[in-house]
């Protein structure tokens, strides 16, 4: 059974963008695996030879139950489901207090986490992601998923421990 990944943040923050990103072209629903529904979308991906499952969890975003609620789902699912979680941040944003709750329920999880600091769409943006250290996961990696920009340092320190 290949490793799980998922993909945790608040509500724009490019989840499905990173999702898109990372797949490529090879999109692929996966539907047997235990604990994802329409709203825990999980993708085949690959890396370096290496397959694992991605799941996106951000499905949910545009119903009417509280965003604290929602995060607190992300992190269940997380905590069920996941071998390694990456957590998406907008560092053109910064950290919000809705970033912090998903900070509260991953430290509780005890999952290893990789903190994304996206929309880093150039070089000149970088140091948006030094704030981001404030979170307590490390050095954020900076990355568009627009763009792509960052996405292989991740993918590479990813599959190292998986
Ligand atoms: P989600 O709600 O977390 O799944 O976020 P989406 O992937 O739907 O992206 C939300 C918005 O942010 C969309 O308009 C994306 O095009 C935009 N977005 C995502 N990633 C990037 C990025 O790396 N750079 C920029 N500039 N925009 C991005
Ligand atoms: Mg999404």
């Known amino acids: 059974v290949p490793p799980v990944v998922a993909i945790i943040g608040r509500p724009n923050v490019g989840k499905s963008t990173l999702v898109n990103r990372i797949i490529g072209r090879r999109e692929a629903v996966v ?36 965003i604290h609620a929602r995060v607190a789902e992300q992190a269940e699912i997380a905590a069920d ?8 941040v907008d560092a053109m944003v910064g950290a919000t207090a809705t970033d912090e709750a998903v900070v509260k329920m991953l430290r509780r999880i005890k999952k290893p986490v990789y903190l994304v600091a ?20 490390g ?11 960052g996405t292989a340092d991740l993918l590479d320190d990813l599959m190292k421990k998986l």
Do not use: C
């Open 31 to 66: 539907e047997d695996v235990p604990g994802v529904t329409r709203d825990r979308v999980a993708y085949q991906a690959e890396w370096m030879g290496r397959d694992f499952t991605l799941v996106d969890t951000g499905g949910w975003e545009h119903d009417a139950k509280g």
């Open 81 to 88: 489901i996941a071998d390694a979680v990456i957590f998406v």
């Open 118 to 137: 996206n929309k880093i769409d150039d070089f000149n943006q970088e140091a948006e992601s030094h704030a981001l250290w404030s979170l307590g996961f």
């Open 139 to 149: 050095q954020p990696y900076p990355v568009s998923a627009l763009h792509g920009r």
